[in-house]
């Protein structure tokens, strides 16, 4: 069963009576906000599908959600093996409520998938970009598809579709900035891969551990990685003739294994998730965490973490 923590971003309630003598407003505004998360509720979807194996279940590998929150994308064990995926395409009625529908055009693979995320090729999310893992005589690579390839139902074409021959990749992302936005990267084993799609320009980063989470941010082109052995570093693109380790923008370190990182929309900070269980705010100019939120728990899962900065919320996967 996979649970979900809830965190308010700006700290806890009963940190707010700090600001009563600053400001009755934001003491109060804070205060209503925070019940309304203590009242969420958990919900379980039914999902339709015309597949039997995949209706009403919970064995999601990986979940993916787009941009604009209306699909996800799926990737599902198989009880002989293996694992299919495709997409879910949400929809709420004019009464609140939330319907889900699997797409009828899944796909399986007797290959393990690592990582996933959604491609702006020809226009917002318009692929999905998988990490394979190599098996028996069947080499790893990283597959860009297109959405549309997922439904039956739908008359376009498919559009770019390829392979990349890039084995064991932990971690991928997409470049959405608009000097680098056919680019996408791909953490290895002590290296990342920063990859043109449409071009095949590669340039590969020597690092000294595995690379298991990554994104760019958007207002410049720079990659954020998180590594097996703690260390968070970025790689700005514009300075890809570097050989040495100069190319690092900025570099710190948590405890643990980093299993996810997000870039915020100011893009001076950044959240890591850990695999002990620590989520910490860096500003990316210092080397010193601004806070750390607390009630996460991980111990040996490769779980993400999201934000929403609007509602002020930061979630975190849990197994439990």
Not at 64 to 82: L, Q, Y
Not at 95 to 110: A, I, R, W
Not at 218 to 237: K, M, Y
Request: net charge positive; glycine share 6%.
């Amino acid at each position: 069963v996979t649970m979900v923590t809830v965190v308010c971003v700006n700290g806890r309630m009963t940190e707010c009576s700090r600001y009563t003598n600053t400001g009755h407003l934001l003491f109060v505004s804070r205060l209503v906000h925070e019940v309304k998360v203590s009242e969420m509720r958990r919900h379980k979807l039914e999902i339709q599908s015309t597949d039997n194996s995949i209706s009403n279940t919970d064995n999601f590998r990986l979940i993916v959600g787009d941009s604009a929150c209306e699909r996800v994308f799926t990737v599902n064990d198989v009880s002989h093996g293996g694992c299919k995926y495709g997409i879910m395409n949400f929809s709420s009625s004019s009464k609140g409520s939330l319907s889900v529908e699997m797409c009828d055009n899944l796909y399986f693979t007797n290959r393990k998938v690592n990582s996933i995320c959604w491609a702006s090729v020809n226009y917002p999310d318009s692929h999905v970009l998988l990490c394979l893992v190599g098996v028996a005589d069947t080499p790893g690579c990283v597959s860009l598809l297109p959405a549309s390839l997922f439904s039956n139902s739908n008359p376009d074409q498919p559009g770019m579709l390829c392979s990349f021959k890039i084995s064991s990749a932990w971690s991928c992302a997409w470049c959405l900035n608009p000097q680098f936005d056919k680019t996408f990267s791909t953490g290895l084993s002590r290296r990342v891969i920063v990859k043109d799609a449409e071009t095949g320009r590669t340039q590969t980063y020597s690092v000294g551990s595995d690379v298991l989470a990554q994104q760019f941010a958007l207002r410049v082109p720079v990659l954020f990685n998180g590594c097996r052995s703690g260390e968070i570093f970025s790689i700005d693109l514009r300075q890809r003739g570097r050989r040495d380790h100069s190319w690092k923008a900025s570099r710190f370190h948590q405890e643990s294994a980093i299993t996810s990182v997000r870039v915020l929309q100011d893009e001076n900070y950044l959240l890591a998730a850990d695999m002990l269980g620590q989520i910490k705010l860096w500003d990316v100019r210092g080397t010193k965490p601004v806070q750390e939120y607390k009630g996460h728990h991980n111990e040996h899962a490769y779980l993400p973490i999201h934000v929403n900065e609007c509602e002020g919320l930061l979630l975190a996967g849990r197994r439990g």
